[in-house]
């Protein structure tokens, strides 16, 4: 570029390589040390379905699972996930492991505006892949971090009871 | 149901089933479009260098640094704007002499609240804008703050809008009967002053806006995620000079509005003019911290009020007067002064007394601007009534159910204009009253209490009745001079496969309107709902209409949906007939067949309708010409609003050490008229009644003495969560309006309504043997303790 000014290029233009398996593909991708781990996966990745409410891990909009377990995106800056493998609700759902509960979700209405839908499902996934026979109490602790500001919360506390249920009438966990 | 049986009440009908979404599954899977989701191509981000102070006088900006960023477009302050964007001022003409100073995009010399936008930066990218903001200097010279209701009352005080008399927005005064004399002749007095803090809606997504103006077509397209799309067609067009045609607003997926979405905010309005400068779309997302400083804010309210009855505990009179502050502003277009004026015209509502004075004074102070947000008024019209008919139980010795079966109007007395003036045509509070008591097992639950008390438990149990406003005529805003519909339009298409699709104003927000609308083509079509689908939130697409607010969308676009689908049914019995060689009036359309109307013999299928007058006009007899598409407008006559009614309960239970409050459970009963999706009116009444538990236990904007907002953040702004509230019990009475064939009246605010003052009469229940009252709203612990002496 003809007279461009490298004076006027500052650490925010620095990028750092960062790889990943996400959604079971691997995925390399150049971002700035200062990104956090969900403007990555919405602005880079465009997997849209993980979303910002809070950014400070108050809300729960942003959960995604890595390793396995449930993490907030908007805590993490996205060059520490370097190397871990991360499922957003999009490819949670396309292998088919939240199926019942996004079924059960649907069936009460279980959401309205659907913002915090996905964490909510990450999460719930989350607590039936650790408890099987949660109470009530125990799905409401569970997603005492996750925000909704429309629903009141019985319905997505129903929803999860039923397919816990479901799950051990079935035979354990899907 | 309690509905008489109408032709909505056929067999199979889709009016009245509790049907899922269809709309829901693609946000269950995380395909949702939000606003926030959106990138077009060359799009640009803005952000906004806000001010530290709650008042002051801008005295020069220096945005030279900011500017020469490598990334930056853009950096604009008021004056740039101001050069494209006619100002505007938030009165509206029925509020006779209510004053507020004109708005621009962006302040020209002074900053009227901590948080106020100042000057835009346009940028590559957010993080670039947002850096270049970080280079821009502003000198501020302070001015002195109002920041609360006493001292922008004072004489002499300080002014917040230079060359106006004094820092009041709008006076109003409503006195009916004789007032003065029902208090002096009445046995009983009770008297309180409330306080109901500031809150705001926390909507998870936030105000998100793409403004993408083409400067070779001239033409404006704004996605933004509000309720009211064609409101701010109207409003783009008239304040940036742009034809109305060339406007279109796009409201695509939304993360939650209750309101809030649906005034004008200064961003917003700049970032349109800053794609118009610009020539390319320039996207602009409020981050939390910007939302708490930013939206509109609600209630704010301090009510003095009291209540005469005589020997027997029959009201006699209310005597009120709410104080109220809005910020610096009146807000755009709606207002900030609707609020105040459905407290004091919803305060004792549902009873049957004749004499009522109120007085509303409307504030400014240099704060956020307040607004409408779900259940505009209700809850503090509800708390300030029903505390003080508790009150009046406690000192005329009477139980809450039995001083409200006593004064609460009779079903059969209808209709009925309160002392306020408000007309109703049919409401159910003695039914619902009944229903109460039965379905909160009362008597149960007092032994209990009583049980409790004995071993140092102290529960509480409050209800409290309420009158909802819904379905609302031009006398809302059309009348006022606003550009704010209150008819609808819908486009109903029978498609060439036979399918049918609903184009119609009324917007979704996830309450679930595409839902009911389809429900009602479908059962007035005669056709499965899977082959219904619904089209909203696009200017250029759906016909201009109010949209959904104030619970209009079932009420007046459900109605909306009938009468198109019934004109749509009727050209295609036409056709048929002329194939079948009938009458029109032996056809009916069943599971999406022509049949015989008497017999129900199957005779064509209605593709086969399509088919032919779509392909194979050329069969038809001369001179048909086949109409399958067929558009309808409606607006509300009759009744200026459809009320509705109800009541909740609740019970919790206070740990007096400190000061704690759990919710146990609540209940409400409530009439909304004819029920077209019962789960989702549910679902409506939870998340309204959960909204106003938020209000009552938890949230509140807290200011410092200067204005600032101390705990403007999810971490330190508390929002009713999961494991603190309680399961909802509901029952339903149906009173339809018999103002519009469907019948249906509004929910949505319903919830919110009544919440409130079911917590604040059921923690004074709980403190009753401690001789302890608590009149202010949220509740919080220290609120308890300091009541208890205990802190």
């Known amino acids: ?174 | 149901m309690s509905a008489p049986l109408t032709s909505l009440d056929r067999p199979n009908s889709y009016i009245g089933r509790s049907v899922p979404r269809p709309n829901a599954k693609r946000l269950l899977a995380g395909r949702g479009r939000y606003v926030s989701d959106l990138r077009l191509p060359r799009m640009l981000y803005a952000a906004f260098v806000r001010s530290p102070h709650s008042h002051a006088k801008i005295i020069s900006i220096d945005a030279g640094r900011a500017s020469a960023l490598e990334g930056v477009h853009l950096v604009a302050t008021g004056a740039d704007l101001a050069k494209i964007c006619t100002p505007w001022t938030g009165t509206l003409d029925h509020f006779k002499g209510m004053t507020s100073a004109p708005q621009l995009p962006l302040p020209l010399d002074r900053v009227v609240w901590a948080g106020q936008a100042v000057v835009a930066v346009v940028a590559e990218s957010r993080a670039i804008a947002e850096d270049a903001l970080e280079l821009i200097e502003i000198d501020y010279e302070d001015l002195p703050i109002v920041a609360d209701i006493d001292s922008a009352r004072e004489a002499g005080g300080p002014l917040i809008n230079p060359g106006s008399a004094n820092n009041v927005c709008f006076r109003s005064q409503l006195d009916n009967g004789s007032v003065d004399d029902a208090f002096a002749h009445a046995a009983h007095v009770v008297e309180e002053e409330f306080c109901f803090g500031r809150h705001t809606a926390v909507t998870l997504e936030p105000r998100a806006i793409i403004a993408d103006y083409d400067p070779a077509a001239g033409a404006l397209t704004v996605h933004h995620a509000t309720q009211t799309p064609y409101q701010f067609q109207d409003l783009y067009s008239r304040h940036y000079g742009l034809p109305e045609a060339r406007v279109r607003v796009i409201a695509t997926d939304i993360g939650g509005s209750f309101g809030m979405k649906l005034h004008v905010y200064h961003e917003d309005m700049a970032v349109v003019g800053l794609s118009i400068l610009l020539g390319r779309p320039v996207k602009y997302v409020a981050d939390r911290i910007e939302s708490f400083v930013s939206d509109i804010q609600a209630r704010d309210h301090r009510v003095r009020a009291r209540m005469a009855l005589d020997g027997k505990g029959e009201i006699q009179a209310m005597d009120v007067l709410d104080l109220t502050g809005i910020g610096a502003f009146s807000s755009y277009p709606r207002t900030s002064v609707v609020e105040g004026n459905q407290v004091i015209r919803l305060i004792g509502a549902p009873y049957r007394f004749k004499n009522y004075r109120a007085t509303l004074e409307v504030i400014f102070q240099n704060k956020v601007q307040t607004s409408q947000y779900r259940a505009v008024g209700h809850p503090i019209a509800c708390a300030v009534t029903e505390r003080l008919v508790d009150m009046a139980a406690v000192k005329v010795g009477l139980d809450p159910f039995a001083i409200r079966a006593q004064n609460l109007i009779a079903d059969d007395a209808y209709p009925q204009t309160s002392p306020t003036g408000y007309r109703f045509e049919a409401l159910s509070h003695q039914a619902c009253l009944k229903r109460l008591h039965e379905m909160m097992d009362y008597d149960a639950l007092r032994s209990e209490q009583a049980e409790l008390r004995k071993g140092g438990v102290y529960r509480g149990i409050g209800i409290a009745a309420f009158v909802e406003i819904t379905n609302p005529s031009p006398a809302f805003y059309g009348v006022g001079g606003a550009r704010i519909s209150s008819q609808d339009g819908a486009i109903v298409s029978l498609t060439p496969s036979g399918e049918v699709r609903c184009l119609i104003s009324v917007t979704e927000q996830g309450q679930g309107t595409e839902a009911i609308i389809s429900q009602i083509v479908a059962d007035q079509l005669g056709v499965a709902q899977e082959h219904v689908k619904v089209i909203t939130g696009d200017t250029e697409v759906t016909p201009h209409g109010g949209a959904t607010w104030a619970c209009r969308g079932a009420g007046i676009g459900g109605e909306t949906a009938l009468q198109a689908t019934r004109a749509l049914r009727r050209n295609i019995l036409e056709i048929a007939a002329l194939i079948l060689q009938e009458q029109p009036s032996a056809l009916d359309i069943i599971d999406g067949e022509v049949v015989d109307a008497g017999t129900r013999n199957q005779r064509m299928p209605v593709s086969e309708i399509a088919r032919i007058a779509y392909f194979r006009s050329d069969t038809l007899p001369p001179g048909t010409q086949a109409q399958l598409t067929v558009s309808q407008h409606f607006a509300p006559q009759g009744y200026p609003f459809a009320f509705t009614n109800g009541i909740q309960g609740c019970s919790l239970e206070v740990d007096v050490e400190t000061g704690f409050i759990k919710m146990l459970k609540h209940f409400i009963v409530e009439d909304c008229g004819r029920v077209i999706n019962p789960m989702l009116v549910d679902e409506q009444l939870r998340g309204g009644i959960v909204q106003g538990l938020g209000a009552a236990l938890f949230e509140e904007c807290r200011y410092s003495e200067t204005g600032q907002l101390v705990n403007g953040s999810l971490a330190d702004y508390l929002v009713p969560m999961p494991m603190e509230m309680p399961d909802i019990v509901i029952a339903h009475i149906e009173t339809p309006t018999a103002d519009t064939e469907l019948g249906a009246k509004g929910c949505g605010e319903a919830g919110t309504a009544a919440a409130s003052a079911c917590v604040l009469n059921a923690v004074n229940d709980a403190l009753t043997p401690f001789d302890a009252t608590i009149n202010s709203i949220p509740i919080t612990p220290s609120k308890v303790l300091k009541a208890l002496k205990r802190f």
């Open chain 1, 1 to 174: 570029m003809i007279g461009f000014d490298e004076s006027l290029l500052d650490d925010a233009d620095e990028t750092v390589r960062v790889r990943f398996t996400i959604n079971g593909r691997k995925v390399a991708c150049e971002v700035a040390p200062r990104e956090t781990l969900v403007d990555c996966l919405r602005n880079v990745l465009e997997l849209t379905g993980t979303h910002a409410g809070c950014e400070m891990g108050a809300c729960g909009a942003c959960l995604v699972q890595l390793d396995g377990r449930a993490v907030h995106a908007c805590l993490m800056f996205t060059v520490q996930a370097d190397g871990a493998r991360i499922d957003t609700i999009e490819g949670l759902t396309e292998s088919g492991v939240i199926a019942d509960l996004q079924a059960e979700f649907h069936r009460r209405n279980a959401l309205q505006c659907g913002f915090c839908t996905p964490g909510m499902l990450v999460n719930a996934h989350e607590l039936l892949s650790q408890v099987t026979r949660p109470s009530r109490e125990d799905i409401r602790d569970a997603l005492s971090g996750n925000y909704c500001r429309c629903t009141g919360y019985e319905a997505i506390v129903d929803a999860i009871d039923a397919v816990a249920k479901a799950r051990i009438e079935s035979g354990g966990p899907t």
